[in-house]
């Protein structure tokens, strides 16, 4: 491997070659623990977090997504209960945890520090909280324009050489700005987290409106699809469920496409004899650069019923999968 303070020449990346997009389903634990105020979680909090762990294992999920500041830190501290709670959970499944945001400090509402001393600080904490001595991935949560990628490479190896982090992703992140970061790292990174969905398109729109007026519609940095494709990134999908829009969840006041939409996931999921979630998540892992879904709700029924997205994209037709894009935009493709 290239040292991270040799040239490399114009365009040669240090990429994760060899290795392949994990296309699996996660469990996302935003929605463990309780509220967002700093009041301590109940037990009650525990035990619906050991009912969506079940519900995620029976669904034939393994990897399970957190960060420190979800719940103020309570998603994490109510997951390592149930990890205390529970011999031998922690070596059938995989953690990843993300760091860099900071929330109500120092008169601020909000910032990001990805700084070394910050990164190292937060995994420690976010370990403490787990109740597990390692993380598979450590995920940069956002984007930090101070960012140094030489401190972050320093924090990195550090927490690798310690066995307290297996690998790094990314959340957030253009395709350039994880190049940059990758320039100075010595481990690839392997994953990036974005908000994906039938409802949140701009991923997809971006790779069909260039050089088309209505590109300017969608902020989404051009090329990082194709950048994650190229580098062996898995794309993970935040919010892939659309927040229950297109299953269900009361909407105020829908729209004729995403009512169109609901209608549509409904037949669907009837004539395949699954379910809506399945439908959904289903679109965006029949999508060949190899997304893997994480799923937020903590309705155990609702976990179960995602069981299905990997055979559902299996089988789902090229013209059914434009079928529902075409539906959820409102208009025709150019």
């Known amino acids: 491997m290239t040292p991270a303070t040799q040239e490399r020449p114009a365009g040669q990346l240090k990429p994760a070659q060899g290795l392949r997009p994990v296309q699996e389903l996660i469990?996302?634990?935003?929605?463990?623990?309780?509220?967002?105020?700093?009041?301590?979680?109940?037990?009650?909090?525990?035990?619906?977090?050991?009912?969506?762990?079940?519900?995620?294992?029976?669904?034939?999920i393994t990897l399970f997504d957190h960060a420190d500041i979800y719940r103020g830190g309570k998603s994490e501290a109510v997951f390592g209960e149930v990890l205390a709670n529970t011999p031998g959970l922690r070596e059938r499944i995989r953690l990843q945890t993300k760091c860099g945001i900071r929330l109500n400090e120092h008169g601020l509402e909000g910032y990001y520090d990805l700084s070394r001393d910050a990164i190292l600080a937060r995994v420690n904490e976010s370990l403490a909280r787990l109740r597990t001595d390692y993380v598979d991935v450590l995920m940069l949560h956002r984007p930090d324009p101070l960012m140094d990628p030489a401190e972050v490479s320093a924090a990195v190896g550090q927490l690798m050489a310690e066995g307290k982090v297996r690998a790094l992703g990314v959340s957030n992140m253009s395709g350039a700005q994880i190049?940059?970061?990758q320039d100075r790292l010595e481990t690839p990174v392997v994953a990036n987290q974005l908000e994906m969905s039938l409802l949140k398109r701009a991923w997809l729109e971006s790779t069909v409106l260039v050089n088309h007026a209505e590109g300017t519609d969608y902020s989404f940095p051009h090329?990082?699809?194709?950048?994650?494709?190229?580098?062996?990134?898995?794309?993970?999908?935040?919010?892939?469920?659309?927040?229950?829009?297109?299953t269900g969840a009361p909407a105020p006041a829908p729209s004729?496409?995403?009512?169109?939409?609901?209608?549509?996931?409904?037949?669907?999921?009837?004539?395949?004899?699954?379910?809506?979630?399945?439908?959904?998540?289903?679109?965006?892992?029949?999508?060949?650069?190899?997304?893997?879904?994480?799923?937020?709700?903590?309705?155990?029924?609702r976990i179960r019923a995602c069981a299905d997205a990997a055979e559902v994209a299996a089988a789902m037709t090229r013209p059914e999968w434009y079928r529902l894009w075409v539906t959820a935009r409102g208009s025709n493709i150019p």
């Open 179 to 181: 190049e940059v970061l």
């Open 27 to 60: 469990y996302g634990c935003m929605g463990l623990g309780g509220n967002w105020s700093p009041e301590p979680y109940s037990s009650a909090q525990v035990d619906e977090a050991a009912a969506a762990v079940d519900a995620a294992l029976e669904a034939g």
């Open 223 to 246: 090329g990082t699809v194709e950048h994650s494709v190229r580098q062996g990134i898995t794309l993970q999908a935040y919010g892939a469920l659309a927040r229950g829009l297109y």
């Open 256 to 301: 004729a496409a995403e009512e169109e939409t609901t209608a549509l996931v409904a037949q669907l999921a009837a004539e395949k004899e699954t379910t809506g979630e399945a439908i959904l998540l289903g679109w965006l892992m029949k999508h060949p650069a190899g997304i893997a879904p994480v799923i937020g709700t903590a309705n155990p029924d």
